[in-house]
C-alpha cells in the first residue's frame, strides 16, 4: 500500500463550487504539506503543517484552506473554485530529516 | 522572483554517458538541497540530498555536488539507463532539521536517456 494517498485522483468541477482534496499517510510523521504544479513552474507551497494544532500559510495560500483532522490526514478546500486554480496537487510528508514524500497528486480542472 | 532556477528545460543525453542536471539558487539561506525525480502521472519521489556542511554525496550511481560560493549544484547520473528518463527538480529548504517551511522548488528538468 502506497504511504501518501490522495483522493480523488482526478476531479473535473465548475466555477463556484466548494471542493476538497483529501489527503491520508501511513508514515508516521508529522509534518505535512500541500503544493501545486502548474506546466512549467515547478512546484508551489500552499499550506504546510506541523502537527494537528499547527497550520501555516506558504507560497500561495490565497483561494485554500486546509484542516489537519489527524496527524495522518490533511484536507485542501477550495471554497469557490475559479479556472486559475486548474492545476496539479500534491500532497506531502516529511519528519525530521527533511525529505519529503509525496503522494500520487490530483489532477483538478475547473471550468 | 524564483529562488531556485534550473536553467535547462529539457536534456538528451546517450545510454551508457554520464547526465549532469544543473541548478542555482539565490537565496543563502539555503541550507538543505533535495533533488526529485517525477514520471508521468506519479508524485515526485526523493532520489539524493546534500547538506550546506558538505561539498559532495553519492548514492549509487547518483552523485550531488555543491558549490557554495558559487551557489550551483549538480545532479550525475553515470551510467545513464533507459528508466532515468524523467523530469528532475532541484528543491532547496533553509531548515535541515526537517524542511518544516516546505521546499523551494525549481522548475525542472526534463532527462531524456536515448538507445
Known amino acids: 500500500d502506497a504511504d501518501v494517498t490522495q483522493t480523488p485522483r482526478n476531479r473535473i468541477t465548475k466555477t463556484g463550487k466548494r471542493i476538497m482534496l483529501e489527503c491520508s499517510q501511513t508514515?508516521?510523521?508529522?509534518?505535512m504539506y500541500w503544493y501545486r504544479q502548474d506546466p512549467g513552474l515547478g512546484l508551489r507551497l500552499i499550506y504546510y503543517s506541523f502537527d494537528v494544532k499547527d497550520i501555516n500559510k506558504g507560497e500561495i495560500s490565497d483561494g485554500y484552506s486546509v484542516s489537519r483532522q489527524a496527524q495522518a490526514k490533511f484536507s485542501l478546500s477550495l471554497e469557490s473554485a475559479i479556472p486559475n486554480q486548474t492545476a496539479l496537487y500534491f500532497c506531502?510528508?516529511?519528519?525530521?530529516?527533511?525529505?519529503?514524500?509525496f503522494g500520487p497528486g490530483t489532477r483538478l480542472t475547473v471550468t | 522572483d524564483q529562488q531556485v532556477k534550473q536553467n535547462s528545460p529539457s536534456l538528451s543525453v546517450q545510454e551508457g554517458r554520464i547526465s549532469i542536471l544543473n541548478c542555482d539558487y539565490t537565496n543563502s539561506m539555503f541550507d538543505y538541497f533535495l533533488w526529485y525525480k517525477k514520471y508521468p502521472a506519479e508524485g515526485p519521489t526523493f532520489l539524493i540530498s546534500i547538506s550546506s556542511i558538505k561539498d559532495k554525496n553519492e548514492d549509487g550511481r547518483f552523485t550531488v555536488f555543491l558549490n557554495k560560493s558559487a551557489k550551483h549544484l549538480s545532479l550525475h547520473i553515470v551510467p545513464s539507463q533507459p528508466g532515468d528518463s524523467a523530469v528532475y527538480f532541484c528543491?532547496?529548504?533553509?531548515?535541515?532539521?526537517?524542511?518544516?517551511?516546505?521546499?523551494?522548488f525549481g522548475k525542472g528538468t526534463h532527462l531524456i536517456i536515448q538507445p
Open positions: 506531502a510528508t516529511s519528519d525530521y530529516k527533511g525529505e519529503q514524500y
Open positions: 528543491a532547496a529548504s533553509g531548515d535541515s532539521g526537517g524542511g518544516a517551511d516546505g521546499l523551494t
Open positions: 508514515k508516521g510523521h508529522d509534518r
